[in-house]
């Protein structure tokens, strides 16, 4: 008897590899639904060799708060590495849809030259889109020439992206969910750099196939999205998370955050973005919600830096969901807080809970108050 349930216990095995369906991975190896990835910047003024850039804070459903990375953020074996590695593995397997799109695609290798064809007319947006015939996972994301093109055969994380801070956001949905995605991933006019969407899929998913065949701005495909600048709608992640994806076009000519995600969410923001570029915007209070620029950072507890030396893009709600209606707010994506991208496509992928907002809320330590002075936020 106990020999027939551990034979059968051996049969009903899950086989790995190539059945088993694309999904975000935690750094166990474990399917999640979801997880928040920070990357931290290389940490300046100490000596040790090991501090290169590559130590990264991991939090998927379920755990209560940041977790320090199993190893470093170029590790196949880790929670990106093993996600986004799902794509190489793959081969030729022509059941699976994928689309890499970032405003700064990894660098082609043209003989003995390397062409970085970086635009500046396209959307703002960094991501991943990878999906079977049953599900599939849209990682959102802030670092440049990232991921490579699959022909390169295995994951890697470029060594440009290692100095700064990263941001990285994974969800698992089901399959009928990517019609949506393509839709938003259409407004936010994305420079798409390599993907292939087969016919068996394309038919379920037209919209991804679409955007795949950068006819995202021919009208008839989206009859019902065609003269949107900017559309929020609500995913529902495989396991039943709701996320609020916010997209915009280069038409929607104003700031993300406070002209849309702070009135829309109902809630004050601290947001996170990168500085050093010309036009920054001040925080601004004038609509009613005040969202405010955040200036030193600690995710985790790890070292403060200051925001200078951080790439990411998210945005907190000071206040926890119980203090009023619109608290408890985490917003992750791909769109700073200045002038040129006011007129750029991208986005932000928001989520009300409270393990994720303590995460994101202890890490904001200082910011700009409205009237410039700075202020522990
Ligand atoms: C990542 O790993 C590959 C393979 O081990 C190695 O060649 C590459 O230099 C690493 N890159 C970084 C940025 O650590
Ligand atoms: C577009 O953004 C504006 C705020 O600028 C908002 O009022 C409107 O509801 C948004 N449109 C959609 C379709 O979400
Ligand atoms: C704040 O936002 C309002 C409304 O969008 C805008 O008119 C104003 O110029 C902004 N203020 C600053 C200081 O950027």
């Known amino acids: 008897m106990e020999m027939l349930f551990l034979s059968l216990l051996i049969f009903f095995v899950p086989l790995e590899g190539d059945t088993s369906p694309i ?12 997880f928040y990835m920070y990357k931290l910047p290389k940490e ?15 939090l998927d459903k379920g755990s209560e708060g940041w977790t320090e990375g199993k190893g470093t953020v170029n590790d196949t074996t880790g929670a990106l590495g093993r996600t986004v590695g799902q794509l190489y593995s793959q081969g030729k397997n022509t059941e699976v849809a994928y689309i890499l799109y970032n405003d700064q695609r990894p660098p082609e290798d043209l003989g003995d030259r390397w062409f970085d064809n970086s635009g500046s007319s396209c959307g703002h947006t960094k991501g991943v889109v990878l999906l079977d015939e049953k599900q599939g996972f849209w990682l959102v994301h ?9 022909q390169a055969g295995e994951y890697y994380y470029p060594s440009s992206g290692l100095v700064n801070g990263q941001n990285f956001i994974c969800v698992t949905y089901p399959l009928d969910r990517f019609q ?16 292939s969407v087969p016919e068996s899929l394309a038919s379920l998913v037209p919209a991804l196939a679409a955007v795949c065949e950068k006819k995202h701005l021919s009208s008839h495909i989206f009859p019902d999205v065609k003269t949107e600048s900017n559309r929020s709608v609500t995913l529902t992640s495989k396991d039943g998370t709701n996320f609020i994806n916010f997209a915009k076009g280069a ?5 993300l955050y406070h002209s849309w995600v702070a009135p829309t969410l109902q809630s ?62 985490v917003c992750v994506g791909d769109i700073n807080r200045n002038e040129a991208e006011e007129k750029r496509g991208g986005g932000t992928v928001c989520l009300q809970d409270p393990v994720v907002w303590k995460a994101y809320r202890t890490a904001a330590l200082e910011c700009e108050a409205c009237e410039g002075r700075t202020i522990q936020c």
């Open 268 to 329: 004050d923001l601290l947001v996170q973005f990168w500085i050093r570029s010309t036009g920054v915007l001040p925080s601004n209070c004038s609509l009613g919600w005040k969202v405010l620029d955040i200036t030193l950072l600690n995710p985790g507890q790890a070292f403060t830096f200051k925001t200078s030396q951080d790439h990411s893009k998210w945005a907190v709600s000071p206040e926890a969901a119980n203090h009023r209606a619109g608290g408890g707010w």
């Open 251 to 255: 038409s929607f000519d104003n700031d």
């Open 44 to 58: 300046h003024g100490r000596g040790s060799p090991e501090q290169e850039g590559d130590a990264y804070l991991l």
């Open 23 to 34: 999904t975000c991975y935690n750094d166990q190896g474990e399917a999640v639904d979801w």
């Open 180 to 195: 949506t995605i393509g839709e938003q991933l259409r407004i936010n006019q994305p420079n798409v750099y390599d993907c």
């Open 142 to 150: 802030s670092t440049p020439h990232f991921p490579p093109v699959q």
